[in-house]
């Protein structure tokens, strides 16, 4: 069923996650698949179970941790988001923006989205990067969908440049610097939880999709909604159905992004350092 979120439900959140720190974090991180062992990197971290936050949400997802962890990164001091909230997972997409409004509330100004993705551009490789430089949804809804609450943004609100470019190229600067081969491309948000059939994924190639995930979109276009910067950082974890003769399973997924996790790390690590 639609719901419809007052100003209020999402202040509500924020003011507790404020009461138990005293310094408002600017940047966020949403760790996806391949990064959950970031969170342990996070110096002097207060540590909050989703359950805990007056009108959030709960992970249902078993690989995601369902905590938020605020503390210093390489110097500055972030949010981080250890488990995210997923379509596939029952929500509607007028539920996902709650975590992106709460973390706006609490005075994020810049947010990195990472996840795991598939690939359907057949150059890419399994545990390289993609730097997301705009997406694809052609699923009708919209996260924003219904009364618009003017504290947060508009109700109409151009995405043409929605991947901030200069952290794209911060980003890019930062790949050379921990020697790690970068692509940039286009995201192709899939609702899920199954993956795609290799029609689909033709499909999506056809329609000028790079890589396929099942995540992220929704916060895009919410944190784009209250003008924050936006890095999207996709880990390919896989090639796209139909592409190899073999089947996707969650097992190589993970598997992968534990492989490469290492790395990744170091990249947003140097990412977050040069902001
Ligand atoms: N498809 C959709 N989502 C995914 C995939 C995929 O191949 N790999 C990781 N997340």
């Known amino acids: 069923m639609k719901q419809n ?75 981080c988001m250890s488990g995210r909230f997923h379509y596939y997972e029952g929500y509607d997409f007028e539920q996902l923006v709650i975590p992106i409004r709460v973390l706006h509330l609490l005075g994020v100004n810049t947010i990195i989205l990472t996840n795991a993705s598939g690939a359907v551009n057949t150059s890419y490789k399994p545990g390289e990067i993609m730097i997301i430089k705009d997406h694809i949804k052609l699923m009708g809804a919209s996260p924003l969908r ?43 948000f899939w609702p899920g939880p199954q993956f795609e059939t290799p029609s689909e994924i033709k499909a999506i190639r056809s329609l000028g999709g790079d890589a396929v995930g099942m995540s992220t979109v929704t916060e895009a276009l919410t944190a784009a909604h209250c003008g924050m910067k936006v890095l999207g950082l996709s880990f390919i974890s896989n090639m796209a159905a139909g592409i190899l003769k073999q089947p996707i399973t969650s097992e190589e997924v993970d598997e992968t992004a534990k492989q490469f996790s290492k790395k990744f790390k170091q990249l947003v690590g140097e990412i977050i350092k040069k902001m």
């Not at 508009?154 to 020697?179: I, N, Q």
């Open 5 to 79: 979120y007052d100003y209020e439900h999402f202040k509500a959140s924020a003011d507790y996650i404020l009461n138990k720190i005293d310094y408002k974090p600017k940047v966020a991180i949403i760790l996806g698949t391949a990064l959950g062992s970031l969170a342990n990197d996070i110096k002097d971290p207060v540590v909050i179970d989703y359950k805990d936050i007056p009108n959030f949400l709960v992970s249902t997802v078993e690989s995601h941790a369902g905590k938020l962890i605020l503390g210093e990164l390489n110097g500055k001091k972030i949010v």
């Open 146 to 188: 219904g009364p618009n609450i003017e504290e947060f943004g508009p109700r109409f609100f151009d995405v043409s440049d929605m991947y901030t470019k200069e952290l794209r190229e911060l980003a890019k600067k930062c790949a050379e610097k921990v020697g790690m081969k970068l692509n940039e491309g286009v995201y192709f």
